[in-house]
């Protein structure tokens, strides 16, 4: 049996009840099996991917709390330290009633390779907690979070483990954890990022996922011989991630003209104005139906159907498994030339696999959006160095990063002889950086 297959037999029987972590595993050395098998011997004499595939360490604990009406709640909590070879670990913390061990264990595992490919000193982790802050009041989210880092404390810090917001975590749960921590250790250091701009926060990390987007799609497109310029966009989503991204769209001279939400979708033949959007979803916090009160050149769909847009370019960024196999036909149908993932998995394996046999540039959002985790690694350098930088200069580092991320995985698609697939580069781009580091380190 080959020494990816071991792996997969080994991942599966070690860790139970887990599919999730097990689909993330199959899937990432599924695209790594030609660089494995050309290092076999060294790998497996190391033990290699038997490390890469196991936490560092993995922390479960119960987080007890009272409710508005004194009854004490109790919730699980985890902090998976995946993969500490590059720098410290690195990434969100989940807030959701869906959390549990594979889930983290699979983000954390992901969070790796994408954290490698940014190019900067952040290994891979992930935490959260089945809590939902949905209908919460903010009394009650605070006593949730402080008694979270009362135990969680113990390990994390600036230099060891810098958690971060992720779904049901924002500026006030980052804020209150932030706080806590502060209070318990006696010590301001930037432990957490995403934190607010008037006590370490960085400029720029709001926009950072969606510009970051547009500034990697850019480049694909230019290394591709094509200009984004005058090229029709279609987004989905309307929250973080597509909001910036619509916004970036624009200021490229390319014409977004979708966005979508939980309920239905916008089609507007004059492009997407931005400040409507923002004041529809962040200021009323309203469905996309005031968008089209406000436009009425502007169509509202019920229900999904972005991906039936005649467009060139694709950017999802809404959620999850948001773009099918119906929704990749349509696309080339279409003409779509490129698709560039904006949220985490919106695209399923068939679907992504059907676009790159019809010739549709596919990045997938381990790199396509590390463009937020990238921002915040420079959050974590001006905190140590007491400094903020200019909305301008973390801008142009943010640029410089997603450029030098699509090179890195085109680079390594060409050398491994599959060139212009860059679900595989990132892949293997990623794990090289992650694996030398670990061999160089020794049996740890
Ligand atoms: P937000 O919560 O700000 O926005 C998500 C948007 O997607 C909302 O408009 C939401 O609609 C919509 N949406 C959610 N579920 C569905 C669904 N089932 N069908 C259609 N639309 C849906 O999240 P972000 O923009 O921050 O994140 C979007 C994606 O990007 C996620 O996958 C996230 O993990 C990923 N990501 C985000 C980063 C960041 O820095 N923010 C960094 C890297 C990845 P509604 O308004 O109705 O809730």
Not at 214 to 239: P, Q
């Amino acid at each position: 049996m080959s020494y990816v297959d071991e792996i997969f037999a080994r991942v599966k029987a070690q860790n139970p009840g887990e599919p999730e972590f097990h689909q993330a595993v199959e899937e990432v050395l599924e695209s790594l099996r030609v660089v494995i098998e050309r290092n076999e011997e060294v790998y497996r004499r190391e033990a290699l991917l038997e490390r890469l595939t196991t936490p560092e360490r993995s922390v479960l604990f119960r987080v007890p709390w009272v409710d508005d009406k004194g009854q004490v709640q109790v919730n699980n909590a985890y902090r998976v330290q995946f993969n500490g070879a590059i720098g410290p670990y690195k990434g969100g913390m989940r807030f959701h009633p869906s959390v549990n061990l594979s889930i983290m264990k699979f983000l954390a595992f992901e969070q790796t390779f994408k954290n490698s490919l940014t190019g900067l000193p952040i290994g891979g982790g992930k935490g959260g907690s089945d809590f939902n802050p949905k209908g919460k009041s903010d009394r009650e989210v605070m006593a949730f979070c402080q008694s979270l880092i009362t135990e969680l404390y113990k390990y994390i810090g600036a230099d060891t483990d810098v958690p971060a917001g992720d779904i049901g975590v924002g500026a006030r749960e980052v804020g209150y954890m932030f706080g806590q921590y502060k209070r318990i250790q006696g010590v301001y250091e930037g432990v957490f990022t995403g934190k607010g701009l008037t006590y370490g926060g960085s400029k720029a990390r709001t926009e950072a996922t969606g510009y970051g987007l547009l500034y990697l799609t850019r480049e694909m497109l230019k290394c591709n011989g094509i200009d984004i310029a005058g090229k029709t966009v279609a987004v989905s989503g309307a929250g973080n991630v597509a909001t910036y991204a619509i916004q970036k769209a624009w200021q490229m001279g390319a014409k977004p003209v979708t966005c979508s939400d939980s309920n239905g979708w916008i089609y507007d033949p004059d492009g997407i104005d931005v400040d409507t959007l923002i004041e529809v979803k962040q200021v009323k916090r309203a469905r996309l139906t005031e968008y089209a009160k406000a436009r009425p050149n502007s169509v509202y769909h019920e229900g999904k159907g972005v991906w039936t847009t005649k467009c060139d370019v694709a950017l999802p960024c809404a959620t999850q498994n948001e773009l099918l196999i119906d929704d990749a036909k349509a696309l080339v149908a279409n003409g779509c030339i490129a698709v560039c993932e904006g949220a985490n998995m919106p695209t399923s394996l068939d679907a992504t696999k059907y676009l790159q046999a019809n010739g549709v540039l596919f990045c997938p959002g381990k790199a396509a959006n590390a463009g937020g985790v990238a921002t915040s690694a420079l959050e974590m350098s001006q905190n140590s160095e007491r400094l903020s930088w200019s909305f301008e200069e973390v801008d142009a580092k943010l640029q410089g990063i997603m450029v030098n991320i699509f090179h890195s995985l085109d680079d390594a698609a060409k050398e491994y002889g599959m060139e212009g697939n860059y679900v595989a580069g990132a892949n293997i781009a990623g794990f090289l950086k992650v694996a030398n580091a670990m061999l160089a380190q020794g049996v740890v």
